[in-house]
């Protein structure tokens, strides 16, 4: 072969390459777009089937053979999971779309992760999470709001179990155990006295 026949095959299979990828980012965009509209209509099942299908087409497997996940398809991933009611899985997807170097994607994927923790009632955790979110972005309202909201909860869980509270709620058990007969059974609430 020559060098010219060379040069045109090794044209041609690039151009095959790029329309490939090509192809297989548009298929990408056009999922993400109908996801969000999806979403918006509360069919989760659906979003979550067109997720499937993106990731069996033949021009994703490659791309992810190629290069890691991608962090846009498990961030939308990870929304569709925490709406169907699956934290696990959803947590799981967020920790994949933090990867990213892209700071709008990452900062969305920790805020919803952190939130994910938050329901849980892992108050330093979640304020770890949305302190991260406050580094990307200081202007972030919401995690500004939730970040106070965690380490006031972490204040409250705090003194929820300290001596004076348990010692106090062990004398009020007590009292709920000794027999008061039968001279205020009748006489409305009991009147008690510290």
């Keep these: 072969m020559s060098l010219k026949n060379l040069t045109k095959l090794f044209l041609l299979f690039l151009a095959c390459g790029l329309m490939f990828y090509g192809y297989g980012y548009y298929k990408k965009y056009n999922t993400v777009t109908r996801l969000e509209e999806?979403?918006?209509?509360?069919?989760?099942k659906e979003a979550l089937n067109a997720i499937q299908q993106l990731e069996n087409s033949l021009a994703f497997r490659i791309s992810s053979k190629i290069a890691k996940e991608d962090p846009v398809i498990a961030y939308n991933?990870?929304?569709?999971?925490?709406?169907m009611e699956n934290r696990k899985k959803a947590g799981a997807e967020y920790r994949k779309a933090m990867e990213t170097s892209?700071?709008?994607?990452?900062?969305?994927?920790?805020?919803?992760n952190a939130n994910l923790i938050a329901a849980d009632m892992d108050f330093s955790t979640a304020a770890m999470q949305?302190?991260?979110?406050?580094?990307?972005?200081?202007?972030?309202?919401q995690a500004k709001k939730n970040l106070e909201r965690m380490r006031l909860g972490e204040q409250q869980f705090g003194t929820m179990f300290t001596p004076e509270q348990q010692e106090r709620e062990d004398r009020i058990e007590a009292l709920k155990l000794i027999p008061w007969g039968t001279k205020y059974r009748y006489s409305g609430e009991q009147k008690i006295r510290w």
């Design 38 to 44: 999806k979403i918006k209509m509360g069919r989760y």
């Design 77 to 83: 991933k990870g929304v569709v999971y925490a709406l």
């Design 102 to 112: 892209d700071p709008v994607l990452k900062a969305r994927a920790i805020y919803n």
């Design 130 to 141: 949305y302190a991260e979110v406050l580094k990307i972005d200081a202007n972030d309202f």
